[in-house]
């Protein structure tokens, strides 16, 4: 018998992030902001969603009781999320080169 996949599930803080990180990247080309939302949504769609368990487990100071995983996209980008038994769902996201005490879910 076969598993259903896991839905996947973004917060609003997750999406106003990712519009922030749209505007910055797409501040002289908008098209290019675009591709990277594109992207990334792919990324988390192939890699992440089939495979949530995958990424290591991930700790955030001001959040130590959830139970949290990690996924890096491009390098550059720390996509947070949550796995429980239905759904996979994806919390914040930020640059690696910032500091994680700062991230708020």
Do not use: C, W
């Not at 990324?43 to 995983?69: C, K, M, Q, W």
């Amino acid at each position: 018998m076969s598993e259903l996949p896991l839905a996947v599930v973004v917060t609003p803080v997750f999406m106003d992030r990712l519009f922030g990180l749209e505007q910055y990247i797409g501040r002289e080309n908008p098209a290019r902001g675009r591709r990277f939302v594109d992207e990334l949504f792919d990324f988390i769609y192939s890699a992440v969603g089939p495979y949530p368990l995958a990424f290591p487990a991930y700790v955030l100071a001001n959040h130590p009781t959830l139970s949290l995983r990690r996924a890096v996209f491009q390098r550059r980008y720390n996509l947070i999320y949550e796995v429980t038994t239905s759904e996979v769902k994806f919390l914040t996201v930020f640059g690696t080169a910032q500091s994680a005490a700062d991230v708020s879910l």
